[in-house]
């Protein structure tokens, strides 16, 4: 069984950055695709980005530019990197590997 931990979070202004991360562990044969989804208040969850062992990325298209999503596969860590920043950011965001989630880590992006 795989647990998803992740970090980062709270406050952010407008234009501001902010690094998440997020670690696998547990009973880890090989994670091939990790995630980081999010969920604005009233709105469904979505896809923001994720990467493959392999390194190929996807984003969310109203992210691109603006986040970067980064791999250790050795820990099976995940690392986005998040810039200039929006109000519209503002969510929960959610880890996700093997069928697994996070419990997931709240920024709000506010002056």
């Known amino acids: 069984q795989v647990q998803l931990v992740e970090s980062g979070g709270g406050l952010v202004q407008p234009g501001g950055s902010l690094r998440l991360s997020c670690a696998a562990s547990?009973?880890?044969?090989?994670?091939?695709?990790m995630a980081w989804y999010r969920q604005a208040l009233g709105k469904q969850r979505e896809l923001v980005a994720e990467i493959t062992s392999g390194g190929y990325t996807n984003y969310k298209n109203s992210v691109k530019g603006r986040f970067t999503i980064s791999r250790h596969n050795a820990n099976n860590t995940v690392f986005p990197q998040l810039t200039s920043l929006k109000p519209q950011d503002t969510a929960v965001y959610y880890c996700?590997?093997?069928?697994?989630w996070g419990k997931g880590t709240l920024f709000t992006v506010s002056s």
């Open positions: 996700n590997a093997t069928d697994t």
């Open positions: 547990g009973t880890i044969f090989k994670i091939n695709t």
